[in-house]
């Protein structure tokens, strides 16, 4: 098998895995590993039903998942939701990968700016009782959390996967790339700007964009998209 194959990223579905499931029957992969903003109707499960059990499948989070109730349940509560790899790294056929979902929110923190609210708890603490006993509202937890970037930090890795974009990009953020160079990562894959390309930033970190329901490999090759596809 073509070494550059064995893991694939999958670029915002927005309800059309198509591209996806094309790719994974097409080259075989050891695993895929999907880049947010699902749009889920049903859980996580039902659309790629075809190719579970062919290939690992993981996934990180995007903005789109926090949209509504059933969106958050379709991927959190879903037989997938321990494929998550948000902020942890993960072997994943034998490379070290690490997931970073949902985005930067500038009522939580935006970088550069300093953090809003250093972690969680204080955000909570400062609310009425109503959204204390509720629980945090769904956007503040897309909010990537000032806190848990920099414990992600300390880690280490191969790979990054986020869904924002770092300073490769002119809608990214530095932050991600001092993520990346922190953790000793050599390549960034990242959804979210719905653009397939490829550039190198700072410590020669190896960035890859990839494009809604596109499907791109280890070299940051596009292998399968929607007009491939008939979408």
């Not at 893991?7 to 075989?28: M, S």
């Not at 959190?76 to 034998?94: M, Q």
């Not at 970073?100 to 708890?121: A, C, D, E, S, T």
């Not at 920099?150 to 770092?166: S, Y």
């Amino acid at each position: 098998m073509d070494v550059s194959k064995k893991i694939l990223f999958a670029g915002d579905p927005h309800g059309n895995f198509r591209p996806l499931i094309n790719a994974v029957h097409q080259h075989k992969p050891e695993a895929v590993v999907l880049l947010g903003d699902y749009d889920l109707e049903t859980p996580l499960e039902n659309p790629l039903q075809e190719i579970i059990g062919r290939t690992e499948i993981w996934w990180i989070a995007g903005n789109h998942d926090f949209e509504t109730p059933d969106k958050h349940r379709n991927l959190f509560h879903s037989a997938l939701a321990d494929k998550g790899l948000h902020l942890k790294v993960t072997d994943i056929a034998g490379i070290r990968i690490a997931g970073l979902g949902g985005i930067f929110l500038g009522r939580v923190w935006y970088p550069p700016q300093m953090p809003k609210w250093v972690n969680k708890q204080q955000y909570i603490n400062a609310q009425r009782m109503h959204i204390r006993m509720g629980g945090m509202p769904l956007k503040y937890q897309c909010a990537i959390w000032h806190d848990e970037f920099h414990a992600l930090a300390r880690l280490k890795a191969d790979i990054l996967v986020t869904h924002e974009a770092p300073g490769s990009h002119k809608h990214g953020f530095q932050a991600i790339g001092e993520l990346a160079s922190a953790m000793g990562v050599k390549q960034i894959f990242h959804g979210h700007l719905h653009e397939n390309y490829a550039k190198v930033i700072k410590h020669n970190i190896q960035v890859f964009g990839v494009a809604n329901a596109a499907v791109t490999d280890l070299a940051g090759n596009t292998v399968s998209d929607c007009r491939a596809s008939g979408y």
